[in-house]
C-alpha cells in the first residue's frame, strides 16, 4: 500500500492524449491511459493489477495520489472491473480497452460522437441501456466491456461545449 502511494507521487500528472496531435485528445483518459500515469514502473504496475479491490476501495486507495478526483474515480471503476489479474512484462500493453478506447472505436460510424456521445447525459444505468435498442445491441462489446464503457461515460461526460474542438461539433 506505502508503495503504491509513493510511486503514486512521483508521476508527472500531465494527461499524455493532450498535444501530441491526437484530434481526440480533448476527451479525458480512460482507466488505461490513467494506470500508466499513475503506476509508472512494471513492479507498480503488476501490484495493482494483483490486486482485489471494489471501485469503493481503489477510490480510497488513490486518494492523495495527485490524480484529480475525475481522474481517480475513472481509475478506481477500470481496476475494480479489470482486477485482479496476472500482469505480463508490460502490464500496460496488455490492458484491455477502456471506455475512451470503445467511445472511439465503436460510436462514430452511424452518427457523430458529438451528438450520440459527448453531449449526452447519463448515469452508469443510463449508459446501459443505450444497449438495448437492436442496432446498438449488435455492437461488438461483451458485457463487461459495456460495463468498463458505462462507469467512464458516466463519469466523464457530458462534456462542456467549449471543451470539445469546433469543428467536431455536429
Ligand atoms: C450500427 C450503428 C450505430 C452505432 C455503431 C452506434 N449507434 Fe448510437 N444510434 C444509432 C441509431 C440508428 C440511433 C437513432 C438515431 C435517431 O434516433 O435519429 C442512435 C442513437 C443514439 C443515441 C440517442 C438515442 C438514445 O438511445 O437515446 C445515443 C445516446 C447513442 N446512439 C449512443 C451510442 C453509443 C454510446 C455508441 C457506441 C457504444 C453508439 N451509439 C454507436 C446507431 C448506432
Same mark, same amino acid.
Given at each position: 500500500?506505502?508503495?503504491?502511494?509513493?510511486?503514486?507521487?512521483?508521476?508527472?500528472?500531465?494527461?499524455?492524449?493532450?498535444?501530441?496531435? @491526437?484530434?481526440?485528445?480533448?476527451?479525458?483518459?480512460?482507466?488505461?491511459?490513467?494506470? #500508466?500515469?499513475?503506476?509508472?514502473?512494471?513492479?507498480?504496475?503488476?501490484?495493482?493489477?494483483?490486486?482485489?479491490?471494489?471501485?469503493?476501495?481503489?477510490?480510497? *486507495?488513490?486518494?492523495?495520489?495527485?490524480?484529480?478526483?475525475? !481522474?481517480?474515480?475513472?481509475?478506481? #471503476?477500470?481496476? #475494480? +472491473?479489470?482486477?485482479?489479474?496476472?500482469?505480463?512484462?508490460?502490464?500496460?500493453?496488455?490492458?484491455?480497452?477502456?471506455?475512451?478506447?470503445?467511445?472511439?472505436?465503436?460510436?462514430?460510424?452511424? +452518427?457523430?460522437?458529438?451528438?450520440?456521445?459527448?453531449?449526452?447525459?447519463? @448515469?452508469?444505468?443510463?449508459?446501459?441501456?443505450?444497449? *438495448?435498442? $437492436?442496432? +446498438?445491441?449488435?455492437?461488438?462489446?461483451?458485457?463487461? !466491456?459495456?460495463?468498463?464503457?458505462?462507469?467512464?461515460?458516466?463519469?466523464?461526460? $457530458?462534456?462542456?461545449? @467549449? !471543451?470539445? $474542438?469546433?469543428?467536431?461539433?455536429?
Amino acid at each position: 500500500m506505502r508503495r503504491f502511494m509513493m510511486a503514486l507521487m512521483l508521476v508527472p500528472l500531465a494527461s499524455a492524449a493532450v498535444g501530441n496531435g @491526437d484530434p481526440f485528445g480533448f476527451l479525458p483518459d480512460g482507466g488505461r491511459g490513467i494506470f #500508466a500515469r499513475a503506476f509508472p514502473d512494471s513492479r507498480a504496475q503488476q501490484a495493482a493489477l494483483a490486486e482485489t479491490r471494489s471501485a469503493a476501495e481503489w477510490s480510497a *486507495a488513490l486518494a492523495g495520489s495527485g490524480l484529480t478526483e475525475r !481522474e481517480a474515480a475513472t481509475l478506481a #471503476a477500470y481496476l #475494480a +472491473h479489470i482486477a485482479p489479474v496476472q500482469a505480463g512484462l508490460d502490464p500496460v500493453a496488455d490492458l484491455p480497452r477502456d471506455g475512451r478506447d470503445m467511445a472511439l472505436a465503436q460510436c462514430q460510424s452511424c +452518427h457523430s460522437l458529438f451528438s450520440g456521445y459527448l453531449m449526452q447525459r447519463r @448515469d452508469r444505468q443510463g449508459w446501459l441501456s443505450v444497449f *438495448a435498442s $437492436p442496432f +446498438h445491441a449488435a455492437i461488438p462489446m461483451t458485457e463487461g !466491456e459495456r460495463a468498463i464503457f458505462a462507469d467512464y461515460s458516466a463519469i466523464n461526460l $457530458p462534456m462542456r461545449l @467549449d !471543451e470539445v $474542438p469546433p469543428e467536431l461539433r455536429f
